[in-house]
């Protein structure tokens, strides 16, 4: 076969697709097998917007070539909806629709950065972040958060890693993996820092419609009239709106930016499904109450499983929001990985290890758990409170035994530059 790109060479096979086969292993003894692997809504999207996506399928104008930039209504509803939330002063011509937000982040880094430049990223770290980095030659530079920080990156630590190469800082809250969401200050220490030293902040908010009850919004940085200077906001309308596969994203950026966005979107998809841009231009105004009931129903499975680790000897819950729960195993002799694969296996709990998301990571799993209804949640207990074999066993148990020794997910190899 033709030579194979070799930054393409260092990136891991997804971890949620070797989490999913470890879930295919597992024989059903302990109750149906628990999805905590990737982050999806477990209800379905609203009647109407289904109904409504159906129609725009059908009309004939919507097979047709749209905007590249994304639908000029769309991206008016997005404005108006930033605007009621965030007090945003955003026009459409700063907003360019994506297929999904990794797109939106792939588009980021391919426009601000280049090889050989170097881009901050907190750990734990989403891993198709770290991923994007290294395809494209650019460092991901490890910004180290700790369990006693609630996992709440310091800007302090993060102005010691910038240098000359550095081109933008990434944070994403609510956090993926953690669940952590940032205090407001936080984030504006960041942007302020990003301002002083003449780099972006690259805002991932793709669980912005799952903050605590009470918090209306992650940041004020919108309000800001110089906003687009230093700022560049991701979204997703996957989780908000339950159509992860129809994969529509966004991002917001200086108007300038957005026409070199489109330069690669162009090559990228030519134009988002159109469809799906229809029926969001109606559901982003008429969903609100919807939503707002969504939100409430997540935060109630943050708390159902707190509650859960409670009742788990052993494990520690050290964050939680949005999506997600970061545990600390209690298994210290094994490794994240083996345990992981235990629990898929064995136990019919299928998460991520914390070695998906970054060195350092040993330690912990990453749960999702907004696919669980109450009574999988409340599944959860029973499937930790069991230890798993030695590692040697564990091994032998694995389809990959005697072809090679375990492998590191993403985080053993932070980067792949030639």
Same mark, same amino acid.
């Not at 108007?255 to 988002?272: M, R, T």
């Not at 997910?409 to 932070?414: E, F, K, N, P, T």
């Given at each position: 076969?033709?030579?194979?790109? =070799?930054?393409?060479?260092?990136?891991?096979?997804?971890?949620?697709?070797?989490?999913?086969?470890? %879930?295919r292993r597992y024989d059903g003894r302990l109750g149906p097998s628990l999805d905590l692997c990737q982050a999806v809504p477990g209800w379905a999207p609203h009647p109407e917007l289904l109904q409504r996506l159906g129609e725009a399928a059908r009309d004939p104008a919507n097979a047709k070539y749209g905007l590249i930039q994304g639908d000029l209504l769309l991206r008016e509803a997005l404005a108006a909806e930033l605007a009621r939330t965030h007090g945003a002063d955003v026009a459409a011509d700063e907003i360019a629709i994506t297929a999904g937000c990794?797109?939106?982040?792939?588009?980021?880094?391919?426009?601000?950065?280049?090889?050989?430049?170097?881009?901050?990223? =907190?750990?734990?770290?989403?891993?198709?972040?770290?991923?994007?980095?290294?395809?494209?030659?650019?460092? =991901?530079?490890?910004?180290?958060?700790?369990?006693?920080?609630?996992?709440?990156?310091?800007?302090?630590?993060?102005?010691?890693?910038?240098?000359?190469?550095?081109?933008?800082?990434?944070?994403?809250?609510?956090?993926? =993996?953690?669940?952590?969401?940032?205090?407001?200050?936080?984030?504006?220490?960041?942007?302020?820092?990003? @301002?002083?030293?003449?780099?972006?902040?690259?805002?991932?908010?793709?669980?912005?419609?799952?903050?605590?009850?009470?918090?209306?919004?992650?940041?004020?940085?919108?309000?800001?009239?110089?906003?687009?200077?230093?700022?560049?906001?991701?979204?997703?309308?996957?989780?908000?709106?339950?159509?992860?596969?129809?994969?529509?994203?966004?991002?917001?950026?200086?108007?300038?930016?957005?026409?070199?966005?489109?330069?690669?979107?162009?090559?990228?998809?030519?134009?988002?499904?159109?469809?799906?841009?229809?029926?969001?231009?109606?559901?982003?105004?008429?969903?609100?109450?919807?939503?707002?009931?969504?939100?409430?129903?997540?935060? %109630?499975?943050?708390?159902?499983?707190?509650?859960?680790?409670?009742?788990?000897?052993?494990?520690?819950?050290?964050?939680?929001?949005?999506?997600?729960?970061?545990?600390?195993?209690?298994? @210290?002799?094994?490794?994240?990985?083996?345990?992981?694969?235990?629990?898929?296996?064995?136990?019919?709990?299928?998460?991520?290890?914390?070695?998906?998301?970054?060195?350092?990571?040993? @330690?912990?799993?990453?749960?999702?758990?907004?696919?669980?209804?109450?009574?999988?949640?409340?599944?959860?207990?029973?499937?930790?409170?069991?230890?798993?074999?030695?590692?040697?066993?564990?091994?032998?148990?694995?389809?990959?035994?005697?072809?090679?020794?375990?492998?590191?997910?993403?985080?053993?190899?932070?980067?792949?530059?030639?």
């Amino acid at each position: 076969m033709p030579t194979p790109n =070799p930054l393409l060479l260092g990136i891991e096979t997804p971890p949620i697709m070797e989490a999913q086969a470890a %879930g295919r292993r597992y024989d059903g003894r302990l109750g149906p097998s628990l999805d905590l692997c990737q982050a999806v809504p477990g209800w379905a999207p609203h009647p109407e917007l289904l109904q409504r996506l159906g129609e725009a399928a059908r009309d004939p104008a919507n097979a047709k070539y749209g905007l590249i930039q994304g639908d000029l209504l769309l991206r008016e509803a997005l404005a108006a909806e930033l605007a009621r939330t965030h007090g945003a002063d955003v026009a459409a011509d700063e907003i360019a629709i994506t297929a999904g937000c990794n797109q939106a982040f792939f588009l980021t880094m391919l426009s601000i950065a280049q090889r050989g430049d170097s881009v901050i990223l =907190p750990t734990p770290w989403f891993w198709n972040h770290q991923q994007t980095c290294a395809m494209l030659g650019i460092e =991901p530079r490890a910004l180290p958060c700790h369990p006693e920080a609630a996992f709440v990156p310091d800007p302090d630590e993060a102005e010691r890693l910038i240098d000359a190469s550095t081109r933008a800082i990434v944070l994403i809250t609510p956090n993926n =993996p953690t669940g952590a969401v940032y205090p407001p200050e936080t984030i504006a220490r960041f942007h302020a820092l990003c @301002a002083r030293r003449g780099i972006t902040l690259v805002l991932d908010e793709t669980y912005a419609d799952f903050l605590p009850e009470g918090q209306a919004r992650a940041h004020d940085l919108f309000t800001r009239p110089d906003w687009p200077k230093h700022l560049v906001r991701l979204y997703s309308f996957s989780k908000a709106y339950c159509v992860p596969g129809h994969r529509l994203g966004a991002v917001m950026a200086e108007a300038g930016l957005v026409q070199q966005f489109v330069k690669a979107l162009d090559c990228l998809h030519i134009c988002p499904s159109r469809p799906i841009q229809a029926a969001l231009t109606w559901a982003i105004p008429a969903l609100q109450d919807w939503r707002e009931a969504n939100r409430t129903m997540v935060n %109630g499975r943050v708390e159902a499983m707190r509650q859960a680790l409670a009742e788990a000897p052993g494990w520690r819950l050290d964050s939680v929001g949005a999506y997600f729960a970061y545990v600390r195993h209690p298994f @210290a002799e094994r490794g994240a990985a083996a345990v992981a694969d235990w629990l898929a296996a064995e136990r019919g709990a299928v998460g991520l290890p914390g070695t998906a998301f970054g060195p350092g990571q040993q @330690a912990h799993l990453r749960i999702a758990f907004a696919n669980l209804d109450a009574a999988g949640i409340q599944a959860l207990p029973a499937r930790l409170r069991a230890a798993p074999p030695d590692t040697a066993s564990l091994e032998a148990a694995s389809p990959a035994a005697g072809m090679a020794p375990q492998r590191s997910l993403v985080a053993d190899r932070v980067s792949m530059l030639t």
